[in-house]
């Protein structure tokens, strides 16, 4: 049974950085693209990066030059790099494994950016 496990989550001050790492336990197959998502009270889970198998990544405008999201094949987990953190970065964010039978998920970690 494939479960992911996010850390690095915090209180930081604007400008300041995070790293937040998802590590997958078990076998994973036909992978393909793992990905960051944040969610806000009372709004709908939004994407904030993603990277497929072969290495492409994708990132929304609002975290564009700002976050990295990265991944270490060896130790099947994902790394998503925040720096310049906004207060509007405040969210619970969550990993995810998109494979060709199903969607994996972590539990989320908060992350809170205020002064």
């Known amino acids: 049974q494939v479960q992911l496990v996010e850390s690095g989550g915090g209180l930081v001050q604007p400008g300041e950085s995070l790293r937040l790492t998802c590590a997958a336990s078990?076998?994973?197959?036909?992978?393909?693209?793992m990905g960051w998502y944040r969610q806000t009270p009372g709004k709908q889970r939004e994407l904030v990066a993603t990277?497929?198998?072969?290495?492409?990544?994708n990132y929304v405008d609002f975290v564009k030059d700002r976050f990295t999201i990265s991944r270490d094949n060896a130790k099947n987990t994902v790394y998503l790099q925040m720096n310049s953190l906004k207060p509007e970065d405040t969210a619970v964010y969550y990993c995810?494994?998109?494979?060709?039978?199903?969607?994996?998920w972590g539990q989320g970690t908060q992350v809170t950016v205020s002064s």
């Open positions: 990277l497929t198998r072969s290495g492409t990544t």
């Open positions: 995810n494994f998109r494979t060709t039978a199903l969607n994996y």
């Open positions: 078990g076998s994973i197959f036909g992978l393909i693209a």
